[in-house]
């Protein structure tokens, strides 16, 4: 839909920067629908009774903007905080821009190993603290943590044994190719680091703590706005340099999210 809505193909009308607007609505549509259909194929409505409760129960309702209403604030304020730094790229210039633009490409086309898994940790460390094996929670979260960051490795030989060759793509010439690889270099940690720090994160959320999510959360954005603003806009320093916060970004959260769980208190969290 993108490629017929933006251009103009196949008999559609050309919406340019409108079309990816339509084209986005058509396909959180089509996921509905496929949802629904998957749901009554594999007979999971009639396994957890989707559909034989109508009537609106508020206490159940209650429950879940109470758990959700931190997570919202969390996502919400995570996008905030890249809004941010891209304000103060664009003021290095056009070029700083167009290469930032293309490392947030990278990083979401490959973060995706990485948020299949974080997500994983939170299903299933809810599912097993809801058996009561609270004591399964830890080995299952190295477990996947050891899985996440395999691939990640993987992708960092990748991206750093040819990191030109994906920059190509973007056919914006040699000059933006020498620029943008020791950027390629520095989001290739920084895919190792969140590899590692959204599974403790989701595993935290896993356990029900959405408070702690946020709490997690605000703490390091904060930390990660405050080195943006210093390097980029302050101190006046390289791009490269501004991409260092996703080093800042991960390792905070990891530490905070890591020594939460370690230290047990989600154990005693009743919903």
Same mark, same amino acid.
């Given at each position: 839909? $993108?490629?017929?809505? +933006?251009?103009?193909?196949?008999?559609?009308?050309?919406?340019?920067?409108? =079309?990816?607007?339509?084209?986005?609505?058509?396909?959180?549509?089509?996921?509905?629908?496929?949802?629904?259909?998957?749901?009554?194929?594999?007979?999971?409505?009639?396994?957890?009774?989707?559909?034989?409760? #109508?009537?609106? $129960?508020?206490?159940?309702?209650?429950?879940?903007?109470?758990?959700?209403?931190?997570?919202?604030?969390?996502?919400?304020?995570?996008?905030?905080?890249?809004?941010?730094?891209?304000?103060?790229?664009?003021?290095?210039?056009?070029?700083?821009?167009?290469? %930032?633009?293309?490392?947030?490409?990278?990083?979401?086309?490959?973060? @995706?190993? &990485?948020?299949?898994?974080?997500?994983?940790?939170?299903?299933?460390?809810?599912?097993?603290? =809801?058996?009561?094996?609270? $004591?399964?929670?830890?080995?299952?979260?190295?477990? +996947?943590?050891?899985? %996440?960051?395999?691939?990640?490795?993987?992708?960092? @030989?990748?991206?750093?044994?040819? /990191?030109?060759?994906?920059?190509?793509?973007? =056919?914006?010439? $040699?000059?933006?190719?020498?620029?943008?690889? /020791?950027?390629?270099?520095?989001? %290739? @940690?920084?895919?190792?680091?969140?590899?590692?720090?959204?599974?403790?994160?989701?595993?935290?959320?896993?356990?029900?703590?959405?408070?702690?999510?946020?709490? +997690?959360?605000?703490?390091?954005?904060?930390?990660? &706005? @405050?080195?943006?603003?210093?390097?980029?806009?302050?101190?006046?320093?390289?791009?490269?340099?501004?991409? =260092?916060?996703?080093?800042?970004?991960?390792?905070?959260?990891? #530490?905070?999210?890591?020594?939460?769980?370690?230290?047990?208190k989600w154990r005693d969290k009743q919903i």
């Amino acid at each position: 839909m $993108d490629y017929t809505l +933006i251009y103009g193909k196949l008999g559609f009308p050309a919406l340019g920067f409108n =079309g990816a607007a339509y084209a986005s609505i058509v396909a959180e549509g089509a996921g509905l629908l496929v949802i629904y259909l998957v749901i009554h194929k594999k007979n999971i409505h009639k396994t957890f009774a989707f559909f034989e409760q #109508t009537n609106i $129960d508020f206490s159940v309702m209650k429950l879940i903007l109470t758990i959700s209403t931190p997570l919202i604030l969390q996502f919400a304020i995570s996008i905030m905080s890249w809004e941010f730094f891209y304000i103060l790229i664009e003021h290095h210039g056009p070029r700083a821009l167009a290469i %930032s633009n293309t490392m947030r490409n990278i990083f979401g086309l490959f973060g @995706v190993f &990485c948020w299949a898994f974080a997500a994983t940790a939170n299903t299933m460390v809810s599912n097993i603290i =809801g058996q009561g094996r609270q $004591d399964e929670v830890m080995p299952l979260i190295k477990r +996947i943590v050891q899985l %996440s960051l395999g691939i990640s490795l993987f992708i960092f @030989v990748l991206l750093n044994s040819v /990191p030109a060759l994906f920059l190509q793509i973007y =056919g914006q010439g $040699d000059a933006f190719i020498a620029e943008a690889i /020791p950027i390629v270099r520095i989001v %290739s @940690v920084a895919l190792l680091l969140m590899s590692v720090g959204t599974i403790w994160l989701n595993a935290v959320t896993g356990t029900g703590n959405s408070r702690v999510n946020l709490l +997690i959360e605000f703490i390091t954005i904060v930390i990660y &706005c @405050v080195y943006v603003y210093f390097v980029l806009e302050r101190w006046n320093l390289s791009i490269a340099w501004g991409w =260092g916060s996703e080093w800042v970004y991960w390792l905070s959260m990891f #530490t905070m999210a890591y020594f939460y769980m370690k230290s047990g208190k989600w154990r005693d969290k009743q919903i």
